[in-house]
Each structure stands twice: as C-alpha cells, then as structure tokens.
Nanobody, 115 residues
Framework: QVQLVESGGGLVQPGGSLRLSCAASGSIFSINVMGWYRQAPGKQRELVATMTSSGSINYPDSVKGRFAISRDNAKNTVYLQMNRLKPEDTAVYYC?????????WGQGTQVTVSS
C-alpha cells in the first residue's frame, strides 16, 4: 500500500499563488505517474496535472501557463505550484499516484480562491 499526505491548501485571493505538496510513503517500488486532480462542488473530478517518471507532463488548457507540476523522486514527493489563481480554481485537490498499474489517492486538500 502507498499512503499519500497532501499539504498546502488554503484561502487565497484571486491572482494569488499557492503551492501544494504530496508525500508518498509505504510500499514504494516504482512510481510511474504522480499527479493532481480536483473536484469542485457538484462537478466531476478532473485532471489538473500529471508527471511521469521520465518527466513527461500533461496539463488541461484550463491551468496551462498558470500551474506547474514538479516532483522530487528521491523524496517521493510531488508539488503543484499554482499561480494567477481564479475563483473557478476553487476545489478539493487530490494527489494521485500510479504504481505498477494501481492508483492511489490522497485525502484531498481544500483550495478556495475568493476575495
């Protein structure tokens, strides 16, 4: 089993920045993909950013140019730098890890963008 612990959420004004972190622990052998998803009230969970072990990155158009994902393989940690935040970025953000074909999820961290 892989455990994921997220941190860094909170309340921020429009145009502000936040940095999320997610540390993986437990039975870690070979993490293939680390990433972030989000779910706003009444909406489906959606992709925010993913990064493979080889460094390939994927963002949806809604966050491209504003968000940046990075990972520290030595620490089994993935980060999400979020800049120029908008009210529509408000959601619970979930860390996701895929290892040997199995997906693991964090407990989620709330991000609220409001003035």
């Amino acid at each position: 089993q892989v455990q994921l612990v997220e941190s860094g959420g909170g309340l921020v004004q429009p145009g502000g920045s936040l940095r999320l972190s997610c540390a993986a622990s437990g039975s870690i052998f070979s993490i293939n993909v680390m990433g972030w998803y989000r779910q706003a009230p009444g909406k489906q969970r959606e992709l925010v950013a993913t990064m493979t072990s080889s460094g390939s990155i994927n963002y949806p158009d809604s966050v491209k140019g504003r968000f940046a994902i990075s990972r520290d393989n030595a620490k089994n940690t993935v980060y999400l730098q979020m800049n120029r935040l908008k009210p529509e970025d408000t959601a619970v953000y979930y860390c996701n890890v895929i290892q040997l074909g199995e997906a693991y999820w964090g407990q989620g961290t709330q991000v609220t963008v409001s003035s």
